[in-house]
């Protein structure tokens, strides 16, 4: 089973695709080569270092909300 976590990009890099993100306070770095069309403030489903596609806010916020009541996650604002 594979697991793709939702994460709001905060900047990215256009010289090599690659973009930071944020979850639940955590920042990480990767790669939007599978992504068109991504700005900052946009959310994307991550997994294993790339952001497979581009989902609404709501949709991520939906979903951060199940992975919290989960208890997969600290509590989402």
Do not use: W
């Not at 709001?8 to 256009?14: A, L, M």
């Not at 959310?43 to 596609?53: D, F, P, Q, S």
């Amino acid at each position: 089973m594979c697991l793709a976590i939702p994460a709001r990009v905060e900047s990215i890099d256009p010289s090599n695709a690659m973009a930071q993100v944020s979850l639940d306070g955590v920042r990480k770095e990767i790669s939007l080569a599978l992504v068109d069309d991504v700005a900052v403030g946009d959310y994307v489903l991550i997994h294993v270092g790339y952001a497979l596609n581009k989902i609404s806010e709501e949709e991520a916020q939906q979903t951060l909300e199940l992975f919290a009541e989960a208890g997969l996650l600290g509590a989402v604002n």
